[in-house]
């Protein structure tokens, strides 16, 4: 279910998901629109982990993400929005912009962005990033919103000479935000980025920034790099979730991005066209694999530069999750080494494997909603260590959903549970229709709901 901050259903909101199932591939579904009850459903997802992101005209963007989905589960993600005004108002200018914008014709004219063509490969953007999200090529990207850059077009793609190009607005969720302007490039071994400005944000409810101008560059000395990867004879490896990060050693941004990235598509190869010359380091990252770091990988203007990257499979983690007081095996935990955010899913016998570690300590991070997170530290070694978990169980809940006789959910009705056996009393209000009393001992319940406007 969708709601805003009151718990009252915001209906027509689009929600998209998109991720990895369990056996590493892509799944992206076309997105669906919350009903008259503010609730939607994505039909038989594969098991795996998602991203659910969720916008709509004049409400701040939602999101959330490690969203696991198990086989013969149904798996619930409620979200709030904020509406524009409970959001942070941002509004500038992108300088240089129409310079370096793709989508233009031969002598400059500017195409408004509906138009499908080949330049929808090539993108100016502007977005907001969490400030704590590390992206390791381990999922879907997180974005907090993107700004609407005005191509001197209306709404109707009518030409609008009163539109200044290049100017931008956007809205963003109250917090600390990474703010980076980038410009995206398809290729024929996947894509880049490349990252021109980036700013740190600490937001507020209803701030309101103007004259927040982002620069792209009027001219610079670029180069390309490009390289292949090498990895041993028979081990699984996914292009999808493989992403270089090239760090400027001379004048880095600051993002925790670096300067540049790279993602693959079907082969394994990189390239990153238009890098400023200069001296990088490169970060390698790929789901399997222990990361790679290159030192002192020098790109000169107007020359390719190689560099090559050989992925070392490294030792694996695995074992089995179960519940400490049956000792059922436990599906859908996530297990995850904290120190790299590697992580693997748990199935149905409750087996999980965490590959591509290099030999040492970890901190070892264990969640599944219902049970108490489980942190340990485990010593992996060559080329397999086993560790198993036990997870204890949180206290039960009651929760469920109060419609009347037409099914249109029944807001702030008192909903009271009582356990005779155990002299417990507990009560809450739903919200939105929907209610939940945590905290329970196991046991036999009475369920009563009181709402005096109604029978």
Sequence with gaps: ???????????????????????????????????????????????????????????????????????????????????????AAISGSIIDYLANTCQKDSVGVLFPEYVDSDLDECDVDLVALPHDFAYRGQGPVIE??????????????????????????????????????????????????????YRQWDLSEGEIRTGENFQLPS?????????????????????????????????????????ALAELDLIPAYRIGKLPAGSYTLKV??????????????????????????????????????????????????????????????????AYSVRGLAPDDYNLLVTKPGYADFTGMVTVNLPTTSYDVSLNPLAGSIAGQVVDEVYAPVNDAQVVVYNPALNIHKSGNTVGGSFAI??????????????PAMQ
């Excluded at 004879?233 to 600051?254: D, L, M, W, Y």
Aim: hydrophobic share 35%; net charge negative; aromatic share 10%.
């Design 285 to 350: 990252f790929s789901d399997g694999f222990v990361d790679k770091t290159y030192e002192g990988v020098v790109v000169n203007s107007n020359v390719t530069t190689v560099q090559d990257i050989t992925l070392d499979p490294g030792a694996t983690l695995n074992g089995q999750v179960v519940d400490v007081t049956t000792g059922q095996p436990i599906a859908g935990a996530r297990v995850e080494i904290t120190e790299n955010n590697k992580a693997g899913v748990s199935e149905v016998s409750g």
């Design 219 to 259: 001219s610079a000395n670029t180069g390309v790099l490009e390289g292949a990867i090498n990895y041993p004879v028979g081990a699984a490896f996914n292009p999808h979730k493989t992403v270089i990060f090239a760090f400027n050693e001379t004048t880095p941004s600051g993002f925790s991005f670096g300067d």
């Design 1 to 87: 279910m969708v709601t805003d901050t009151a718990g009252t259903p915001i209906v027509g909101a689009e929600v998209e998901i998109d991720g990895f199932d369990v056996n590493g591939h892509a799944v992206g579904y076309d997105e669906v629109y919350t009903d008259a009850f503010g609730q939607y459903t994505f039909d038989y997802p594969p098991p795996g982990e998602y991203t659910v992101q969720v916008n709509k005209y004049g409400w701040v963007n939602a999101s959330k993400n490690r969203v696991v989905v198990v086989s013969g589960e149904l798996t619930d993600v409620d979200m709030v929005m904020r509406q524009t005004a409970q959001g």
């Design 144 to 197: 907090l919103g993107e700004a609407r850059i005005a191509d001197g077009y209306t709404d109707y793609f009518q030409p609008q000479p009163l539109e200044s190009v290049g100017d931008y607005q956007m809205v963003l969720p109250p917090g600390v935000a990474d703010i980076v302007l980038l410009t995206w490039q398809d290729t024929d071994r996947g894509g880049y980025a490349i990252f021109h400005d």
């Design 438 to 451: 945590d905290d329970l001992p196991a046991g036999d319940y009475v369920l009563g709901i009181k709402q």
